[in-house]
């Protein structure tokens, strides 16, 4: 990430006062060292439990996702037996089982070209060795901690908010509307890859997140730290985007979603190893079974002239191992939203990686009004896609700071997590597509689609259009008419037209991973009443019932298809 200039409004409140770990080294001592192979791997397809959540285990078989020898960690007997030739390397600090790399640390180096070229040529199964980044781990990275912290703000429970200013961010994907009608982030999972969240464990405005259990965990990949909530105020900005509810102040895009941090980003310098810790971040979102990955991060130029190996002709997708990364992600099942880079007005000017990624949305910026920002970083990619795919409101927009007051900033950073927030509530409205089918719909449903830039891509997407167009066909005022209770449910479900109009034809239970659990024919037994019949053909029963007792408790979706159109209705199994 660009520390300078991916947030400019940030204020960085912190000092770094060990100095070890940051002094500026001419030499690199960390490796990154690619395999040609997993042979003989300790793992296999059918223990997928050893290296995946049984959430992740779930998505797979939800969208036909093969689990194969990608998804192995790297061979632990190949790290071993470098490790074991070369007493100089003292640890892994990087892995990527989809690129099949490890970066290895190797303090002690007087000729780092030697170590590359003796690892090559001892092992077989070394297919490239890259110098990475320089670190001292010798030295202990100490940040201090905010003096002031806000005091609690009332939250509302539902999902019709006082946006109060925030409400910038979100109308213009009428987004608010998308809440309203019931869909706010409930049972999915946002993993943030960020460079810290400074203070996000103390501020009283985020208490009822870890209350109600929606902060999943974190991760720090950085070597040296190893607490993702010091070092960085910027994740905390960004994600308040999308995890805020404070009543008439500040709501965000997805606020009763859960989340996972990941720091894959170093606060304190630019190193290509960077990348390495993205592509890791974006292998532990798919471990973790996440469904939507959003990263206000990219990648340039760095600190150090050797590390320099890629311009803008290198945004082709490939070249990047963060690039690759973000691309497997997405073929993962995962929305990957990335925020497109702030080059606009610099020497760089174009994306930067990984928003070059195959099948992502890279995310361009706007202000409330939909004027592009002309820090905005130019598509397209280099071999000629779209970029970015979509923008949002990065121009002015609205998140907190560190002591919990609402500030307005700007950057690519501020426009990805808007809308990543709500791709996850547009994913919890529409269970039934899958992830690169989201994407797509996200971009078909941009204002610039049939006539895509390079600066907005595809344009502003309307997400409650998207939402409405699929599930509302039938006019808002006969979906009105309809009625599943009682909701919250034990297990007898009545499904009732209040009005006797749009015959039902059949009803459609979907579990919260869009799984059909069931597709039932419907036959009125009154003027009012509808019930299930269990053959294919339309049959009297004396029934007003649907028997849903036999599911586990949970959040299901019921579909119910009418002459007109179709209606989708949240159901909670007790």
Not at 11 to 18: G, H, K, M
Not at 161 to 170: F, L, M, P, V
Not at 258 to 265: M, T
Request: a negative charge; one cysteine or more; glycine letters at 8%.
């Amino acid at each position: 990430m660009k520390k300078n200039n991916l947030l400019k409004f940030l204020t960085v409140f912190f000092c770094v006062f060990a100095t070890g770990i940051f002094t500026y080294a001419q030499n690199p001592n960390c490796f990154r060292i690619t395999f040609t192979d997993k042979d003989n791997s300790p793992y296999a397809i059918e223990r997928p439990d050893e290296f995946l959540s049984q959430r992740a285990i779930n998505k797979r078989v939800r969208f036909e996702i093969p689990i194969t020898e990608q998804d192995f960690p790297v061979n632990p007997q190949y790290v071993q037996n470098i490790q074991s030739f070369f007493n100089t390397i003292t640890s892994v600090i990087a892995t990527s089982k989809w690129n099949n790399s490890v970066v290895l640390h190797c303090p002690e180096v007087d000729n780092w070209q030697t170590i590359v070229d003796q690892i090559k040529e001892k092992f077989s199964y070394v297919k490239e060795v890259l110098p990475v980044a320089y670190y001292d781990l010798s030295k202990k990275v100490e940040t201090p901690l905010p003096e002031q912290i806000s005091n609690a703000i009332v939250y509302r429970g539902s999902c019709d908010y006082n946006y109060g200013k925030s409400i910038d961010n979100i109308k213009i994907h009428n987004g608010q509307l998308l809440h309203k009608a019931g869909f706010c982030g409930e049972d999915m999972l946002i993993c943030v890859l960020d460079v810290g969240w400074t203070a996000f464990d103390l501020l009283s405005v985020f208490k009822p997140l870890f209350e109600n259990g929606q902060i999943w965990g974190t991760r720090d990949l950085i070597p040296g730290v190893n607490d993702v909530y010091t070092g960085h105020s910027h994740g905390t900005s960004i994600t308040s985007e999308m995890v805020c509810n404070i009543d008439g102040v500040m709501v965000g895009t997805a606020p009763k979603a859960n989340y996972f941090f990941i720091r894959s980003d170093d606060p304190w310098r630019e190193q290509l190893i960077e990348e390495d810790f993205y592509a890791q971040a974006c292998e532990i979102a798919d471990s973790l079974g996440a469904d939507i990955s959003t990263a206000s991060l990219g990648y340039t130029t760095f600190d150090f002239e050797w590390q320099n190996i890629y311009t803008p002709d290198d945004n082709i997708g490939t070249a990047s191992i963060a690039s690759r990364a973000a691309t497997t992600l997405a073929e993962k099942g995962v929305i990957v939203v990335n925020s497109a880079g702030n080059e606009g007005n610099g020497l760089w000017r174009y994306l930067g990686r990984p928003a070059d990624a195959f099948n992502i949305l890279a995310v361009g910026a706007v202000n409330k009004d939909g004027v592009i920002a002309g820090f905005s970083s130019y598509g397209p990619s280099a071999d000629g896609r779209v970029k970015p795919d979509v923008a949002s409101v990065g121009d002015g927009a609205w998140m907190l700071n560190t002591v919990g007051g609402a500030m307005q900033g700007s950057g690519t950073s501020c426009s990805a997590p808007i809308i990543a927030g709500l791709a996850a509530c547009l994913w919890q409205a529409l269970p039934q597509y899958s992830s690169s089918q989201m994407m797509q719909l996200i971009r078909e449903y941009g204002d610039c689609f049939s006539n895509p830039n390079d600066r907005k891509g595809y344009g502003i997407p309307n997400f409650y259009k998207i939402y409405s167009d699929i599930t509302e066909s039938v006019t808002e005022e006969e979906s009105s008419n309809f009625s599943v209770y009682p909701n919250p449910t034990t297990g007898q479900l009545r499904i009732e037209s209040n009005k006797g109009i749009n015959p039902l034809v059949s009803v459609e239970i979907f579990d919260i991973m869009g799984k059909k659990i069931s597709s039932h024919h419907l036959i009125p037994t009154s003027p009012h009443h509808l019930i299930p019949s269990s053959s294919h053909h339309l049959i009297p029963s004396s029934s007003p019932h649907l028997d849903i007792s036999h599911l586990s408790a949970g959040v299901y979706f019921v579909k119910i298809h009418t002459e007109n159109g179709a209606v989708v209705r949240k159901v909670i199994k007790q």
